[in-house]
């Protein structure tokens, strides 16, 4: 694959030369893509794959894989995001050749590390398990043919023989359909390596850690919440992380680097001024038998700094979840990072219990931690703090969660429950006015320069 700064021209291809480079609505991407195409067009591709398979995470953790519920969501999906999903449609080579491109631009993202690869390839194996399934059964000789994969067709003997590995094996089948259903017998194949542009390095580094909601780096709510409101509003609006670095910050007067990183750009962003933080930090250090002076010789100055008072002017935004789960794990001694990610499971059931989480709910974010569905999991904890079957939303962002509880404790006026089925909760980046896919990826270098520029000395020790 090649990219360029200008506009990709679109090769010539009419009718069956079209049908021909992408013949079915799945693919075992068996050769990487070798057209020139644009940076813009690389960046909006690999954002709409991004945001495909979040959502089929999410789908994956919210429902039945393979019920109908589970399927028609999906498709929904798949077809808002205008991705390739079924054999009858008419026109489908653009919707193949976007699948095709994205998923190569997504695999060099997420080889970066193990956890990243085995995210990967969870979500692109549920994609093509539901692709799979809702492929006709005349088609499905043709696309494993030129696929070039080697299978059979199982004798009805066999089939019965091992009906339980092969119902085990999928959720789709069971009971009386597995008489109905062709079984094939495949040999497992390697999928091609890809290497990247050492061009493109950076961005796809940053993509494998992309946030694309929103930043709440405004300050329009700047000064709507007061300091001795916070106390109340840690244990009711906040998720885990800062609830749990509130609670260090009280007890013990003092936080280290990383939690101070973190709880204190999430405060700016739910609405604390500047003033506000400069007397919140320097009331409970000062509690800690910090001298005055010390504090505003050195403290002040770096909070300063986070509002873009101070140094390079930048305004700085909240750590989205992505970043707080993937980047600088707390060590002893630290309160930061996400209990989901970070905690032991049984101290984080030990801090669940103390939440008031029932004995039940409390399994059940077990059961997503386990999984590694860590904003799934904090999600499901949102529900049972504020008594609600389906909150309406995809967890992203520790402002997020505390906007939207609010929400709910104000009465619901801003979340439109009303245009979702309490049954089917939908995945979608609520309360959210995402930039469009070329500014969101291409804000992702500049973000690395802030991050590493000014965060380093930010409340420095």
């Known amino acids: 694959m090649e990219f360029s700064g200008v506009k990709r021209r679109k090769p010539w291809l009419i009718g069956d030369q079209r049908k021909a480079s992408y013949p079915h609505s799945l693919q075992f991407y068996l050769q990487p893509p070798s057209e020139n195409i644009s940076l813009i067009e690389f960046e909006n591709l690999a954002i709409d794959r991004l945001k495909l398979l979040k959502s089929v995470e999410n789908l994956g953790v919210s429902y039945v894989k393979g019920t109908e519920l589970y399927q028609s969501k999906l498709e929904a999906e798949i077809r808002r995001l205008k991705f390739s999903y079924r054999e009858s449609l008419e026109d489908e080579y653009e919707p193949r050749r976007k699948d095709h491109i994205s998923h190569f631009i997504l695999r060099l993202a997420y080889c970066q590390s193990e956890d990243l690869r085995r995210w990967f390839i969870q979500q692109e194996m549920d994609l093509l398990r539901f692709r799979f399934s809702i492929l006709p059964k005349d088609k499905i000789q043709s696309f494993l043919q030129d696929s070039h994969l080697h299978f059979e067709a199982i004798s009805e003997e066999e089939k019965n023989l091992r009906e339980q590995e092969i119902i085990a094996s999928s959720t789709s089948l069971g009971g009386p359909k597995l008489e109905l259903e062709y079984v094939y017998k495949l040999t497992a194949r390697s999928l091609p390596a890809v290497q990247s542009d050492e061009r493109l390095q950076p961005l796809l580094n940053h993509l494998s ?144 219990q103390s939440y008031k989480i029932t004995p039940g709910g409390i399994s059940q974010i077990l059961d997503l931690v386990k999984g590694t569905h860590y904003q799934v999991a904090c999600q499901k904890y949102f529900e049972m703090t504020h008594n609600v079957d389906d909150c309406g939303f995809s967890l992203n962002h520790p402002n997020q969660f505390f906007v939207e509880s609010q929400r709910v404790l104000n009465g619901g006026k801003d979340i439109k429950k009303e245009s979702i089925p309490p049954e089917t909760p939908q995945p979608k980046q609520s309360a959210q006015k995402t930039k469009n896919a070329s500014s969101a990826l291409a804000s992702l270098n500049s973000s690395l320069e802030m991050d590493m520029e000014g965060l380093e000395d930010y409340f420095s020790e």
Do not use: V
């Open 209 to 352: 850690h992309s946030y694309i909601g929103q930043d709440y780096s405004i300050q329009g709510n700047a000064g709507k919440i007061s300091l001795d409101q916070i106390d109340s509003l840690s244990t009711k609006s906040f998720p885990p992380c800062m609830r749990q670095l509130h609670k260090a910050l009280r007890e013990n007067h003092h936080l280290r680097h990383g939690g101070r990183m973190q709880y204190g750009l999430f405060l700016k962003g739910i609405g604390l001024t500047l003033e506000q933080a400069l007397q919140f930090w320097k009331q409970e250090f000062i509690k800690g038998k910090m001298d005055p002076d010390k504090f505003d010789k050195g403290y002040s100055y770096n909070i300063r700094h986070s509002f873009g008072k101070e140094g390079k002017r930048t305004d700085y935004t909240p750590f989205s979840c992505l970043k707080i789960i993937l980047t600088n794990p707390p060590s002893q001694g630290d309160y930061h990072g996400c209990p989901f990610r970070h905690s032991d499971p049984e101290l984080l059931k030990q801090k669940l």
